[in-house]
Each structure stands twice: as C-alpha cells, then as structure tokens.
C-alpha cells in the first residue's frame, strides 16, 4: 500500500515538543521517504503500517500534535504537480 504522512509537532520548551519532534521524524525515516519538511512517502506492507502508527502514538501528544496519513492502494493513482522549487527527493512521489 501507498502511504503519503504529514505531521505537524507544536514545540513547546516546556513539554519537550523538539525531542518529539526529533523521535517522530526518526521513525518516519525508518518506514518511508522524507519528502519535505514534515512530508513523507511510501510503499508498506499493512504490518509495517500498523508498527509505524503504533511508534509514532507513544511521542505523540494528543492535545498538541498531529498526523494525517493518506493511504492508496498504488501510487500509480497518484499526479504529482510541482509549483515553485522542484525537490529531486519527490522521485519516489508519484
């Protein structure tokens, strides 16, 4: 399956929000491809899905933080447009 993950972390010093931040990006990386800031893209099995929602719920704060998860079946389903600056990371975002 095709996964497209945006997050948005609030940093707060209080409440450690860049240690959060830091972990949510590490295990983004571990399962798929770091598009843009707090983009990432991919192709998973359903598993390695499950294990990715259930790394990212142990730092994510729900009154603070989000993630959307878009997924399809393929990426061939996908267009890609770009406007402004053209990323070479997005290859793999079709």
Do not use: P
Request: charged share 35%; proline share 0%; net charge neutral.
């Amino acid at each position: 399956m095709y996964i497209i993950l945006v997050y948005d972390i609030m940093l707060d010093k209080e409440e450690n929000g860049a240690k959060v931040l830091r972990n949510v990006f590490k295990i983004c990386k571990k399962y798929l491809h770091h598009i843009q800031n707090s983009v990432f893209e991919g192709e998973v099995t359903k598993a390695k899905l499950e294990m990715l929602k259930m790394e990212i719920k142990k730092y994510i704060r729900d009154n603070k933080d989000s993630v959307i998860l878009f997924e399809e079946s393929s990426s061939k389903w996908l267009k890609k447009e770009f406007i402004g600056i053209q990323d070479d990371n997005t290859d793999n975002f079709i």
